[in-house]
């Protein structure tokens, strides 16, 4: 998994209150992306960030916020407008986004529970 | 659209046979193509990528692809299985026109090698 950490690697939370997932790399890599994983779906992009102070949508944004203020840093929070939150959730990073031959690295992940 | 088909749920091979799980895509530009593996309960590990180049690409724990841009393929494949390659396999694509630099993956394909 590399130099990424995800914590907690599970959680539990009541619906309708909102939750902060840790997501933390020293692989000094510019572009940080978080990713949802239900079975059978494969993985689906949120947000992505390419540079400290700036982020995107991804595929499946709706429900879901993010910051950028340190580059190592990248935490998403599922918030209470999220309609289905339990899933396993993959934070990844890579160097310089505009050399797209890199690969992205994975963090561990995060389950998420939601009742 | 971009996009990567795995048609394959499930692969079962027994050990010490030759392997082979299936990954087709769609891009309107030239690919870039990953394969990953992921573990049960962790994050995805690169295996190889094709960028440029000999189609016949090597990879980590003796796993090579071959890309096939008339059949839009990128097939990974192994002469001989291991139990411990037993795992969850995902094919992701990325389109060199894409200026968003976003990775696309498969559905994923759950390889189970019995001994």
């Known amino acids: 998994d590399g130099g990424i950490t995800q914590s907690p690697k599970y959680l539990f939370r009541k619906e309708g209150q909102n939750v902060t997932l840790s997501c933390e790399q020293n692989l000094n890599h510019d572009a940080m992306y978080w990713y949802r994983q239900d079975p059978g779906q494969g993985l689906r992009l949120i947000y992505y960030?390419?540079?400290?102070?700036?982020?995107q949508k991804g595929d499946i944004a709706e429900g879901y916020s993010v910051s950028r203020e340190k580059k190592e840093s990248f935490p998403l929070t599922v918030t209470s407008a999220q309609k289905n939150p339990t899933a396993f959730y993959l934070c990844?990073?890579?160097?310089?986004?505009?050399?797209?031959?890199?690969?992205?690295?994975f963090g561990p992940g995060t389950r998420l529970t939601v009742t | 659209a971009q996009s990567v088909a795995q048609p394959e749920d499930q692969v079962n091979v027994a050990e010490g046979n030759p392997l082979t799980v299936k990954c087709t895509y769609s891009v309107s530009g030239n690919p870039y193509l990953f394969w990953y593996v992921q573990y049960p309960n962790r994050g995805l590990q690169f295996l190889l990528k094709?960028?440029?180049?000999?189609?016949l690409v090597k990879g980590s724990y003796g796993f090579e692809a071959e890309f096939n841009k008339s059949q839009t393929s990128f097939h990974l494949k192994k002469p001989s299985a291991l139990v411990s390659d037993s795992a969850l396999y995902f094919c992701?694509?990325?389109?060199?026109?894409?200026?968003?630099?976003?990775?696309?993956f498969g559905s994923g394909t759950r390889l189970l090698v019995r001994p």
């Open positions: 960030s390419q540079i400290v102070n700036d982020f």
């Open positions: 990844a990073s890579s160097l310089n986004p505009r050399e797209i031959t890199y690969e992205q690295y």
């Open positions: 094709y960028i440029t180049g000999d189609n």
């Open positions: 992701a694509v990325r389109d060199i026109r894409d200026s968003s630099y976003k990775l696309i």
